[in-house]
DNA sequence: AATGAATGAGTCTTCATTCAT
DNA sequence: AATGAATGAAGACTCATTCAT
């Protein structure tokens, strides 16, 4: 047997580090942070406890990496062009992907909501979190400026506040929550 | 020598159990439910650790009395007329107490927020959650219905999501968001 | 209203005495030494937690009474003529006598077998029981002795040996085990 | 640097084990159930508290495998061949077993006796010794059937318990006790 | 890269005992 | 004689983390 490659090696890093990452993920969402352990997390992932400590040097370090790893879709999305003025239609196409990630990913916006505010997590994530927000606060300042609304920082504000209260709501209570009213009525809001 | 009578036993534990529940309230919000022991409560309250459980059963029991302890105002607030009927000015006001209540008791708020989701406090609470969240629902609702609005249980919900939304927004971030200014909006809005 | 008497002091104590002695047997015969707590037995006995220590100054006094309270009935029954000769019909009566005692009291045995061969609680007792132990031994051998019987001390202490094994047998089965059979076999073995 | 392979950590698990049944009975035996701690057996056995847990789910399971351990020589002794009669040879080995099993296991027996009557232990054990127990009663009732003898089951009863008082009182005081007379007299009787 | 035995600090909880009244 | 609030030491158990292999 030749040895393996730098790059086998890289791959089978690659492999793991993403098995723990989604299955972490899914227990923390299921159990809460603080009631999963890392033997959990191992068994569950079919690896040794051992073996976490190589791809993650701490407990909080993965839970960084999970909560990070779940946000990139949300990044990738927001990749909005930085011009300076922003139209309607722009607007509109956020909220409604907005929407749609919510009623994709459940499983991560259940950890999200149930993690970021425990302060532990807050305080982990603060700068990350605050990069993201005040990109999106920033276009939506923007884009209310532009419309000459009164006030467009306090609605910029609101809009944000609203969309975290939906997602809440919306995954208490999945069955019943109107999501699809709710998106309608949130756009005519606009 | 003559042991103490009932009433002055009844003060004692009063007071000690107000001491405890603020406590608690306080390391739980600022520290989260699963980080705080009943060790690091005892001490801040200058008590044994004890003494805790001649009050309290369990952590968790003392998780429930601290959350309904805080509804207490919040249900008050509530006691609106049970009419037929219900008048712009009693959703303002109902908006308006709100507002008021997030501001003048952030503490129990942080904490509220913070637990609601985490599965295991939803669990221990949620029949006294619903309750009060039903009613709330069914008012808005019987509002949005008299005013002849078009989809009146989605915009009751999206009201009660929307608050949710702020208040969380508001708490994390207290000093810049313009919590009054958001008001305003949320009135206008009706 | 005047002072109390001595003599009703003196009462007052013996009542409560009893109280908590039969009151603590029974939650010890039940649940188990450890497993009953001083607690359990101040509020099963209708007093405060502080009043039992006016009457035993520890919880192993507490016992040490509790088992020896038991053993008077024990006692009392021993009480043979001092003699230098035992009659046939003498053993007999004992061996009798300490079956009925066995299915009267069952509550008492239950707790007295159940205790006596936890360490603590031997040590605890070990002289008060050696005294007995060897009054009914010397009494024995004397017997078997007089009969012209070949190893009088080793029959002595089988027989001793016996009615524990047949109390031990008969309490772990109530039900099943066959105890007026086996008191005529032990009575014709003589 | 290769991870030790399984035998290598099934070896070091079953020295581990063995260790600490053996430890936990010596501490049982000696100071009672209730009485011995995980902390005490762990510091006596030379290792962390926390390895217990490793090894032992609860300190319940560890007192089952230390009663079932203890069992083991017993239960062998007992596969006598299952045929439909039985010789008085065979009863006399029996009871020279019995006997010789309880001089070779003091530390077993008396943490037997000790335990066997706590309402908690009997309740943990209380399948796997009946088990045992009826086995036990059907060949003595067997023998004394063929034998031709008055009130077998009686007979076979208090033969067992008999035994069970021997044991008792041998353990109570092994330096005085009389083991080999009693143990003649016990074959004679039969 | 991989294993799982081992540690020890920390958790919740219980309870005998003390003491002011 | 009587109460029950208060203490503090101890107990069972958990778990992130380390480390020899």
Redesign the pocket.
């Known amino acids: 047997m030749a040895p393996?490659t730098e790059e086998q090696?890289e791959e089978?890093?690659n492999i793991?580090v993403n098995l723990i990452v989604k299955t972490a993920m899914e227990l923390f969402a299921i159990n809460g942070?603080?009631?999963?352990?890392?033997?959990?997390?191992?068994s569950a992932a079919?690896?040794?406890?051992?073996?976490?400590?190589?791809?993650?040097?701490?407990?909080?370090?993965?839970l960084k990496k999970v909560m990070l790893s779940g946000m990139e879709n949300f990044m990738l999305f927001l990749e909005v062009k930085d011009v300076d003025s922003i139209k309607k239609e722009e607007i509109v196409a956020f909220i409604d992907g907005n929407f749609n990630l919510l009623q994709e990913n459940t499983e991560y916006y259940k950890l999200y909501f149930s993690l970021a505010f425990q302060p532990k997590v807050f305080a982990l994530l603060s700068t990350e979190f605050m990069v993201i927000f005040e990109q999106l606060i920033e276009k939506l300042v923007l884009y209310y400026t532009q419309k000459g609304a009164d006030k467009p920082y306090a609605k910029a504000r609101l809009l944000l506040a609203t969309f975290d209260g939906i997602g809440i709501h919306y995954l208490s209570d999945i069955e019943y929550f109107p999501l699809d009213d709710v998106r309608k009525l949130t756009i005519e809001m606009l």
């Open positions: 393996r090696f089978i890093r793991k942070y603080d009631s999963t352990s890392i033997s959990n997390i191992a079919g690896i040794s406890k051992g073996l976490m400590y190589n791809y993650f040097s701490s407990k909080d370090e993965l």
